[in-house]
């Protein structure tokens, strides 16, 4: 399995950034996509979270401004990023799993598989 995170640099705050992650290896349609973000000294954090059409989650820091989406015949998740803030610097993952609890979907130790992260940078 592999997941491949695209679409990371350096932005303005208030701009617009996408990041793809395409799978394979996997039943893409069958996995639930999650994109963590991380700075250096903190864990691991859920930015948001796509099952289908009906099941997503964001985290409250990007809720309005952030919008996750899948395309299952690419294999491929996006994260739509507007209204860039500097505290979204980090390195962005995306993760997936196809027996997550959705109640559970907050947590980086449920997810079985990782992309390599991309680093997006808001300059302020």
């Known amino acids: 399995v592999q997941l491949q995170a695209s679409g990371g640099g350096l932005v303005q705050a208030g701009g617009s950034m996408r990041l793809s992650c395409t799978a394979s290896g996997l039943t893409f349609r069958r996995y639930t996509m999650g994109w963590f973000r991380q700075t250096p000294g903190k864990q691991r954090e859920l930015v948001a979270v796509?099952?289908?059409?009906?099941?997503?989650k964001y985290a409250d820091s990007v809720k309005g401004r952030f919008t996750t989406s899948r395309d299952n015949a690419k294999s491929t998740v996006y994260l739509q990023m507007n209204g860039l803030k500097p505290e979204d610097t980090a390195v962005y993952y995306c993760a997936a799993d196809q027996n997550l609890i959705w109640g559970r979907v907050q947590f980086s130790s449920e997810y079985d598989y990782w992309g390599q992260g991309t680093l997006v940078t808001v300059s302020s």
């Open positions: 796509i099952k289908d059409h009906s099941s997503i």
